[in-house]
């Protein structure tokens, strides 16, 4: 979820329409993971967490405090979302190395792609509306 209102947090405080866009796009697609991994984590008897963690939390209070001294600017919003996906990345390479049942490793293994996906069009948009001073 940390990844679902990191997104949401970073398009309602972005200005380019395509920088947007794709938040509110990877904001939808996490919600979704998040939601397609709900009967994995009931079945396996934990409990879905709505809130997201207190890394996550910490993290958008960060963006937050950062954007009202600097302002809102995209190219923060992408770098900061570039870092999180980082984080991201590894967490599931962690979750693929452990000892999961074929079908959440499936799925999991598909989500991963998904954030690889992600994280390589933050970088390509990034790099793309980095300022040349």
């Known amino acids: 979820r940390d990844g679902e ?3 949401q ?3 309602s405080h972005a200005t380019d ?3 947007k866009a794709l938040f509110t796009t990877l904001a939808d697609e996490r ?3 998040a939601e397609s ?3 994995h984590v009931h079945r396996l008897g934990g409990q ?3 809130a997201g963690s207190n890394a996550g939390a910490i993290h958008r209070g960060w963006m937050n405090l950062k954007g009202t001294v600097t302002g809102y600017q995209d190219q923060v919003l992408l770098a900061e979302a570039e870092r999180g996906e980082g984080v991201a990345t590894r967490a599931y390479k962690e979750a693929l190395t452990g000892m999961l049942p074929p079908t959440v490793s499936d799925l999991i293994a598909q989500q991963y792609a998904g954030i690889c996906d992600a994280h390589a069009r933050i ?6 509306r980095a ?3």
Not at 123 to 128: E, F, G, I, R, Y
């Open 5 to 7: 209102h990191g997104f």
């Open 9 to 11: 947090f970073a398009a």
């Open 17 to 19: 329409p395509d920088v």
């Open 31 to 33: 919600g979704r993971f």
């Open 37 to 39: 991994l709900l009967p």
């Open 48 to 50: 879905a967490n709505t």
């Open 123 to 128: 970088t390509a948009l990034a790099k793309a």
């Open 131 to 133: 300022v040349i001073v």
